[in-house]
Nanobody
Framework: QVQVVESGGGLVQPGGSLRLSCAASGSIFSTYALGWYRQAPGKERELVAG???????NYADSVKGRFTISRDNAKNTVYLQMNNLKPEDTAVYYC?????WGQGTQVTVSS
């Protein structure tokens, strides 16, 4: 059974930063592309950032220049560094690894 576990969410003021982590079990971690998604209340889940097995990245236009996705294959972990957070970044953030979803972690940006 694959386990995907996100952590690092919380409440932050506008302009602040958070780093999300996602640990996924399995020896295949390094061979798969990984992604961070988010879902705000009343909205569909959307891709925020993705990273290929080779380290190439892609981002939603709304987060380009503010968010950075990275991976540490030795730790089976993918990260999302979020800087200059805005209220519209408020959502539940989910990690997707080899077809499996984590439980999500809440990010709230508010003063």
């Amino acid at each position: 059974q694959v386990q995907v576990v996100e952590s690092g969410g919380g409440l932050v003021q506008p302009g602040g930063s958070l780093r999300l982590s996602c640990a996924a079990s399995g020896s295949i971690f390094s061979t798969y592309a990984l992604g961070w998604y988010r879902q705000a209340p009343g909205k569909e889940r959307e891709l925020v950032a993705g990273i290929t097995s080779g380290g190439s990245t892609n981002y939603a236009d709304s987060v380009k220049g503010r968010f950075t996705i990275s991976r540490d294959n030795a730790k089976n972990t993918v990260y999302l560094q979020m800087n200059n957070l805005k209220p519209e970044d408020t959502a539940v953030y989910y990690c997707r690894a080899y077809g499996y979803w984590g439980q999500g972690t809440q990010v709230t940006v508010s003063s």
